[in-house]
């Protein structure tokens, strides 16, 4: 995937999204907390509308998908069935200085100059012995590591006489009187990219110089000379912040973990979910028990999952705590449909994905699923020019995947995934009928009805066919045999499609596509720029925002009001009577509200009858004004905005 860095534009979104109420850090007055984000007025509202475009889209406007609300914390043993509790991991690296970890494949290429410590240790545990290196990419760089040894070392302190085989470090905390550490940096080496500006105290003295002068001033510490630097070029060894030397990539699970129960000890240890996904499995039976649905048919399901991801990044786009808007969409095996329909409607170019056949295959169903998510993005105006696909490789694959592509929106840091649609086979469901031991097949009297009808010959031939395909696909014979066995008598366990979007990547592709800045030209002749989100007016936070011409005139205002709690019936209005007009309209153009309605003398027949009960209508995207009938204002507003 493309990574076209526009930092600038990020930057400005990040601002924007403060400044406007749209996204805030969480518990900001106290430092943010890495990866949490709060949605602000603008971003709760924008957030609401995007999640109704998917539940409407999903599951009211069609008859076979059907919602559920699970809970975000369920038994562990769904974890373990799923399979996260062993392996929902992603690689890390860590710091052997911060204990910061990165995820092996996040770590951008780095060019710098190595400096090497032959070691350190303090009894307290903490410990980097042997030769190592660190990778320096700028003075600021230093300086930042020489701060975080000093707080790692002054949380180690001890009366007892330093040692004479001293640091740089030591030194200084010496020189601040507080540093009587037991712990002992032998014989540290270190190099720069300039070996330049390199401040430190020796007892009173403040020493602003090459690396190689401090060093030679701190004894018994040798320096390597800067021709002798190791030059670093392209590098993802080192950790990005620290420049320390990561440690060989481990695997770390993602999932938040607590207790339920008084005693937390590990028999109490419960996962927030780190998808919805698997609630829906959980609940098929019952929602199949409890409902008409029959396959093929989908549950939906919009809530929170929760991810230790360990490097967030992007503003919203990797956070810790984020929305999904999952579906589950389960259909029959091929050999089913085989069974009852003689043939199996595979996927090739051109097919008709319009309109859901008996026959379909699950290579046509996904990609039915991936139209209908392509179309239900486009109609939220996020169309071709802004998403892109990427079909995972064979290798890509889960174990138990099909096919999965993601779809892809050009975010302004390069184009990343807004979703994806897998194909998993009855992967969930098996595991969980196996684990909880509770059937979870369903029965098929359209099946039963055409097994019947085979001959014995037709019988084995038919299982033989299916073992056939197993075996290309590494599955066993004889897990074949047992399939066919249970199939012949009408019953298999579901398989699924699964498209599967991020609610807070989709609410932060809207803010980056709605993002649009233009000059203007004041009265004065001053240049300015403005900023106008152009939501599609579907998902706009606001739809409409009611002005008063002004605010000391009684019938403006009584008539504006009137127009306002009519409005604010039917969609999210705003009443404003602050500033000019045209500060009015900047003020709804940088919250992406798409119609303003002005109150003027004109509507109060000023001018004449024929203006009487009319208003401006202002147009966000062109600016262009148009007088409407305050009668017709909902008829036209409506089906525009929902
Ligand atoms: N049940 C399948 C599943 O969870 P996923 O690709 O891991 O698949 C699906 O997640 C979607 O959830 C992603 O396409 C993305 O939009 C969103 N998502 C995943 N991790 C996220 C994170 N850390 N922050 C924000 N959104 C995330």
New binding site residues.
């Given amino acids: 995937m493309s990574q076209t860095k526009e930092i600038p534009l990020m930057e400005k979104i990040v601002s924007l999204c403060k400044r406007k109420g749209f996204i805030f850090q969480s518990s900001e007055i106290y430092g943010g907390i890495n ?1 949490f984000w709060d949605y602000g007025p603008l971003g709760a509202e924008l957030k609401r509308n995007l999640r109704t475009t998917w539940w409407n889209a999903m599951m009211r406007e069609r008859e076979d998908v059907v919602p559920l609300d699970a809970t975000i914390i369920m038994h562990p043993a769904v974890w373990k069935a799923s399979g996260h509790v062993d392996t929902f991991s992603d690689m890390m690296r860590e710091c052997p200085f911060t204990k910061k970890r990165v995820r092996a494949d996040h770590v951008e290429p780095q060019n710098g100059i190595i400096i090497q410590f032959t070691g350190a240790r303090s009894p307290s545990g903490w410990a980097f012995e042997g030769q190592f290196s660190m990778l320096m990419k700028s003075n600021e760089h230093i300086e930042s590591f020489r701060k975080r040894v000093r707080s790692l070392f002054s949380e180690n302190r001890s009366p007892s006489v330093p040692n004479r085989k001293s640091s740089i470090f030591k030194a200084e905390h010496e020189a601040e009187g507080n540093w009587k550490a037991r712990s002992e940096l032998i014989h540290a080496q270190i190099l720069a990219p300039t070996l330049q500006s390199f401040t430190v105290k020796v007892g009173d003295v403040s020493y602003e110089a090459k690396a190689s002068e401090i060093w030679g001033k701190a004894e018994e510490i040798e320096l390597l000379g800067e021709e002798k630097c190791d030059v670093v070029k392209d590098s993802k060894d080192f950790h990005p912040e620290t420049g320390a030397p990561l440690s060989t990539p481990k695997p770390f699970n993602l999932m938040f973990h607590s207790f339920a129960g008084a005693t937390a000890t590990e028999s109490d240890k419960v996962y927030l979910r ?5 609630a829906i499995f959980v609940q098929f039976k019952n929602v199949v028990d409890s409902t008409r649905v029959k396959v093929p048919f989908g549950i939906g399901q919009i809530g929170k ?1 929760f ?1 230790n ?1 360990v490097t ?1 990044r992007n503003f ?9 808007m ?1 579906l589950e969409f389960f259909i029959p095996p091929d050999e089913a449909v085989r069974l009852i329909h003689s043939n199996v409607a595979a996927w090739s170019e051109g097919a008709d994905l319009s309109v859901p056949q008996p026959n379909w295959g699950w290579e046509m169903w996904h990609r039915y699923w991936v139209a209908q998510r392509t179309a239900y993005y486009a109609g939220i105006g996020l169309g071709a020019d802004v998403l892109d696909y990427h079909w995972q490789k064979m290798d890509e694959l889960a174990h138990y995947a099909r096919a999965c592509v ?2 892809l929106f050009k975010f302004p840091f390069g184009t990343e ?4 649609i ?1 194909a998993r086979g009855d992967f969930d469901l098996t595991q969980h009928q196996k684990r909880s031991g509770k059937p979870l097949e369903v029965f098929d009297e359209e099946l039963r009805a055409a097994a019947v009808k085979l001959t014995d010959e037709q019988r084995r031939d038919f299982i033989a066919e299916v073992q056939e395909d197993w075996n290309d696909r590494n599955k066993s014979r004889e897990d074949a045999a047992i399939f066919c066995e249970r199939l012949l008598k009408g019953f298999y366990v579901p398989h699924v499609i ?1 498209p ?7 609410a932060l592709a809207v803010l980056t596509l709605a993002y649009t800045e233009i000059e203007k030209t004041d009265a004065k002749g001053n240049k300015e720029t403005l900023t106008i989100m152009r939501f599609h007016p579907r998902i706009a936070p606001k739809k409409v925002a009611v002005f008063p011409l002004l605010k000391n005139k009684p019938e403006l205002v009584a008539k504006a009001r009137g127009i306002y709690e009519t409005l604010k019936k039917h969609m999210a209005a705003d009443y404003d009577e602050g500033g000019s007009i045209g500060k009015r309209y900047a003020r709804q153009d940088e919250a992406g509200t798409p119609f303003c309605i002005t109150v003027d003398f004109d509507t109060l027949g000023e001018k004449g009858p024929e203006l009487a009960d009319t208003v401006t209508l202002r147009h966000r995207d062109d600016g262009t004004q148009e007088r409407v009938q305050i009668g017709e204002l909902l008829g036209r507003l409506l089906p525009l905005v929902s």
Avoid: K, M, V, Y
């Fill in positions: 990866g780190p998808e919805t996904a698997q999952a991810r991801e967030p919203t786009f990797r956070s810790r705590e984020f929305e999904q999952e993601d779809i995934e807004l979703e994806g897998a699964e599967s979007a991020g609610l807070d990547r989709l």
